[in-house]
């Protein structure tokens, strides 16, 4: 079954979704979240919580745009939270510290358990807002900055469109050279033979087929709601909102790209939304590029992924398919 088959064969949509971390996939159902992760030892080790969304508590966040936008931070937040459980299970904690641990009194072990916790945390959010600060900075105002001094200099006069036209080219060069760059890398490699076992997972399940290793491996690596699908479409978007919108100076121009970049956000994600959906050539058209892109994200995995990938699927599945349609 070749890629384009395995995507026409879909015979229902989902909420399921997913990220590949350090040896192991997280996959968010409807009501739950799950990392499994293939330890040293050769065994899979699923970690397994309840979805404790924000949308869940006030129903104006479940509004288009908002929805987007917090979406985002969450997934984030979730993402982070599993690759460091993934890596916690992967590192081999040394002797030493098994020694201590040991020697410790009940309540000392408790005490220490709760200072790690909370510096776990700690290190959670801190990660959260450096990524966001190094992707805004280096995707959105950095190719902001260039133009705008280049405007300054060598495009004096010229129409607002060519030069955020000129500055979304700048942003998604500096992007795909990012992802290519990292690709070359031998343990970001292994992390997206697992990123093509988890989508190759949700397709089988999406196709009504029974979750096997033999069934998910006919299966296509590209997804339409891939989270590299969605960075690319920010970049799409944000060309078309930032062409209405004149400046004076560079400052302004950056205020107003940090401004309108949760609107950019939500918009994106109400496309791909749509997108992950719809059956029509139009939205395929638009997915296309986030599906190429997927072709450097992913790559193809071994059995023993897609076996991790589905354990960590079926830990999240409803025993009602109703539950997590769109």
Request: include cysteine; hydrophobic fraction near 45%.
């Amino acid at each position: 079954m070749n890629e384009k088959q395995t995507q026409n064969c879909k015979t229902h949509m989902t909420s399921i979704g997913g990220q590949a971390v350090i040896e192991g996939v997280m996959m968010r159902g409807p009501k739950e979240i799950a990392v499994a992760v293939r330890t040293p030892d050769k065994g899979i080790i699923i970690d397994k919580k309840p979805v404790a969304s924000i949308l869940q508590k006030y129903k104006f966040l479940k509004l288009p745009i908002i929805r987007g936008v917090v979406s985002f931070i969450e997934s984030l937040i979730m993402g982070t939270k599993a690759l460091m459980f993934s890596a916690e299970l992967v590192d081999i904690e040394e002797e030493e510290d098994k020694k201590k641990k040991e020697t410790m009194t009940e309540e000392e072990r408790k005490a220490t358990e709760a200072k790690e916790g909370k510096m776990k945390n700690l290190a959670i959010y801190f990660s959260v807002a450096i990524s966001l600060v190094f992707g805004v900075g280096l995707f959105m105002l950095l190719p902001t900055v260039v133009v705008g001094l280049a405007r300054d200099y060598l495009f004096k006069g010229a129409n607002n469109f060519w030069v955020t036209l000129l500055e979304g080219v700048i942003r998604i060069a500096i992007f795909l050279a990012y992802v290519s760059l990292v690709s070359l890398m031998k343990d970001i490699r292994r992390v997206f033979e697992y990123h093509g076992a988890e989508h190759k997972t949700i397709f089988c399940y999406e196709s009504g087929e029974e979750l096997t290793v033999e069934n998910a491996r006919r299966f296509s690596r590209l997804h339409p709601r891939c989270g590299t699908s969605f960075l690319l479409i920010v970049m799409v978007i944000s060309i078309i909102v930032f062409s209405f919108i004149s400046w004076s100076n560079p400052w302004q121009r950056l205020g107003i790209r940090l401004l309108l970049l949760p609107v950019v956000a939500g918009l994106s994600y109400e496309v791909i939304k749509f997108a992950g959906r719809s059956k029509s050539k139009c939205m395929r058209l638009v997915s296309m590029p986030g599906m190429w892109l997927q072709k450097i994200t992913t790559r193809e995995p071994d059995d023993s992924q897609l076996e991790v990938a589905i354990a960590s699927l079926k830990a999240v599945l409803t025993d009602n398919r109703e539950d997590d349609k769109w």
